[in-house]
T-cell receptor, first 110, second 115 residues
Framework: QQQVKQSPQSLIVQKGGISIINCAYENTAFDYFPWYQQFPGKGPALLIAIRPDVSEKKEGRFTISFNKSAKQFSLHIMDSQPGDSATYFCAARPNNDMRFGAGTRLTVKP | GAVVSQHPSWVICKSGTSVKIECRSLDFQATTMFWYRQFPKQSLMLMATSNEGSKATYEQGVEKDKFLINHASLTLSTLTVTSAHPEDSSFYIC???????????FGPGTRLTVT
């Protein structure tokens, strides 16, 4: 079922640093690319999303970069904070449902 | 806005019994609801998609007779795990969307433990 490949599996960043998580996909029918943040024991929460007709979208400290020709997209978290420590999932929408990446466990050290 | 709730948040049941999990959209009409399963430190795996008033569409490998899904109204979907076994222990998460918008809104999840 995994149609979206996500890396790295885990990431440790110092407070104030930039966290970068990458995803790649194969299916050109995907038309919506969200990122979710999940804390332990909680459901995923939508962080930011992008459509393929846009190459970059920024919301606060979170930026998605999208490369349609390479079929890759990435999440950048600027000025990472300990409160950002969570698991991040990229996803892609082929039709009505959502396909998730394997997840990246981010730890931001104070 | 766009709040999805689940009940219960956690449940423990004995092997062989059935358990029902509810998913509600609190402030919007959910024309489509999704059920996911998540094992520890793993990603979300889609189990089934249901449209209000229609039969659910199950993903390959998901037993529809074991995981009964009912989407009887625009605000409520239920997942019943029948004859539960320890291997069914997992974190079950629902999500909901309305109309043709892209965003799915996720519930807080239900932790099922089968003893």
């Amino acid at each position: 079922q995994q149609q979206v490949k996500q890396s790295p599996q885990s990431l440790i960043v110092q407070k104030g640093g930039i966290s970068i998580i990458n995803c790649a996909y194969e299916n050109t029918a995907f038309d919506y690319f969200p990122w979710y943040q999940q804390f332990p024991g909680k459901g995923p929460a939508l962080l930011i999303a992008i459509r393929p007709d846009v190459s970059e979208k920024k919301e606060g400290r979170f930026t998605i970069s999208f490369n349609k020709s390479a079929k890759q997209f990435s999440l950048h978290i600027m000025d990472s904070q300990p409160g950002d420590s969570a698991t991040y999932f990229c996803a892609a929408r082929p039709n009505n449902d959502m396909r998730f990446g394997a997840g990246t466990r981010l730890t931001v050290k104070p | 806005g766009a709040v999805v709730s689940q009940h219960p948040s956690w449940v423990i049941c004995k092997s062989g019994t059935s358990v029902k999990i509810e998913c509600r959209s609190l402030d919007f009409q959910a024309t489509t609801m999704f059920w996911y399963r998540q094992f520890p430190k793993q990603s979300l795996m889609l189990m089934a998609t249901s449209n209000e008033g229609s039969k659910a569409t199950y993903e390959q490998g998901v037993e529809k007779d074991k995981f009964l899904i009912n989407h009887a109204s625009l605000t409520l979907s239920t997942l019943t795990v029948t004859s539960a076994h320890p291997e069914d222990s997992s974190f079950y998460i629902c999500s909901a969307k309305t109309g043709t918008i892209y965003e799915q809104y996720f519930g807080p999840g239900t932790r099922l433990t089968v003893t």
